[in-house]
């Protein structure tokens, strides 16, 4: 009778762990499922803040190239966005030349 206590309280404490087994692997779904979608959102957060950053960008632009009396800063980052435009005008011409070509 002993012999089969012994074998009744290890398979009792088998199913105990199955289940706490079953428990933890529930728990892990569910957070990679979290962790998924708090990386999707992380995401789309950088995303919209590039996009107000290029849209701030642009503000800037409009604004400085508007204006008149500009100060020092506002006439150097006129200058510098300038630069960057012809820049851009150049690279464009390059790639028209080689889709010609």
Do not use: P, W
């Given at each position: 009778?002993?012999?089969?206590?012994?074998?009744?309280?290890?398979?009792?404490?088998?199913?105990?762990?199955?289940?706490?087994?079953?428990?933890?692997?529930?728990?892990?779904?569910?957070?990679?499922?979290?962790?998924?979608?708090?990386?999707?959102?992380?995401?789309?957060?950088?995303?919209?803040?590039?996009?107000?950053?290029?849209?701030?960008?642009?503000a800037k632009i409009a604004t400085v190239t508007?204006?008149?009396?500009?100060?020092?800063?506002?006439?150097?980052?006129?200058?510098?966005?300038?630069?960057?435009?012809?820049?851009?005008?150049?690279?464009?011409?390059?790639?028209?030349a080689m889709l010609n070509?």
């Open positions: 009778m002993e012999l089969e206590q012994y074998i009744q309280s290890i398979e009792d404490k088998l199913q105990q762990l199955f289940r706490k087994l079953q428990l933890a692997q529930a728990d892990n779904a569910m957070l990679r499922e979290q962790l998924t979608l708090h990386q999707q959102e992380a995401q789309q957060q950088q995303e919209a803040i590039r996009a107000l950053d290029e849209k701030l960008k642009l508007q204006g008149n009396g500009l100060s020092e800063d506002e006439e150097a980052f006129r200058k510098e966005v300038r630069g960057k435009i012809n820049d851009y005008i150049r690279e464009i011409d390059r790639c028209l070509a």
